[in-house]
């Protein structure tokens, strides 16, 4: 079983280069965003896709592809650093200049950071940068809890992530396990790397294991159940008014 019936789903994806910091090529994007965009396109499903500055960059196309499709284009920061290691300066650099190169293509106003980390002493670079929803934490990660008790006072709507990308790859019983346990909004999120053939890389076992064919089977049937259950899919700047 797949969660309960009528939840709320929003499918995300972080657009990045190829499983960093671990490597740095972007076969992800030229070969796992088109069979990516493909599933969603025959599910007739919208997404949110969190896209670094400097992919778009690179490929254009690709980005004007996933706006025409509908979905939701949201900003993942320029150059995929991690937050907590950038000075302040540093860190409006990446916001700013991410969210510049991105608004040539759609309205941004969702935002995420690398690694699902970022200091809450930085929020008010994005309300300022014109986003309104940050999807920054990971209910799953500790740092989401201690925050919460600290209750960072921010306009913008907080909509954590509700699992990590690879339970997705998971075996179909263990998986569904995960998924019947996450209350709504669910926030699943998946890497476009993820769509490639990584299992003879040098990279840790949640990275690789089940890439490429089997991965894209596995979110094709995760997305049909929750369909099944009468589950609603939304975009991440659906959820900014709703928290
Ligand atoms: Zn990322």
Request: with cysteine.
């Amino acid at each position: 079983m797949i969660g309960r019936q009528g939840q709320t789903v929003a499918f995300t994806v972080d657009v990045e280069p190829d499983c960093p910091p671990f490597l740095h090529g972007f076969r992800g994007i030229e070969q796992g965003m088109p069979r990516l965009l493909d599933l969603l396109a025959s599910r007739g499903i919208a997404g949110t896709f969190f896209t670094t500055g400097d992919v778009a960059s690179r490929y254009p196309e690709i980005v004007a592809r996933l706006v025409n499709d509908g979905h939701e284009l949201a900003c993942h920061g320029m150059t995929h650093t991690a937050f907590p290691d950038l000075g302040e300066d540093a860190a409006r650099d990446e916001i700013d200049r991410s969210a510049a190169i991105l608004r040539h293509f759609a309205p941004v106003t969702s935002f995420r950071a690398p690694y699902l980390r970022f200091p809450s002493s930085y929020l008010p670079m994005l309300e300022r940068a014109g986003f309104t929803l940050d999807s920054s934490q990971a209910i799953y990660k500790l740092a989401y809890h201690r925050e919460r008790r600290a209750a960072a006072s921010t306009p913008l709507a907080r909509v954590p992530a509700s699992i990590t990308s690879s339970v997705l790859r998971l075996p179909r019983a263990l998986r569904a396990a995960y998924l019947a346990a996450l209350s709504d909004p669910v926030v699943l999120f998946v890497h476009p790397w993820e769509f490639v053939d990584l299992r003879r890389e040098k990279l840790r076992l949640d990275c690789r294991f089940k890439t490429g064919d089997t991965a894209l089977r596995c979110v094709a049937a995760v997305l049909d159940r929750y369909t099944a259950r009468g589950a609603r899919f939304v975009r991440m700047r659906d959820l900014a008014t709703a928290t």
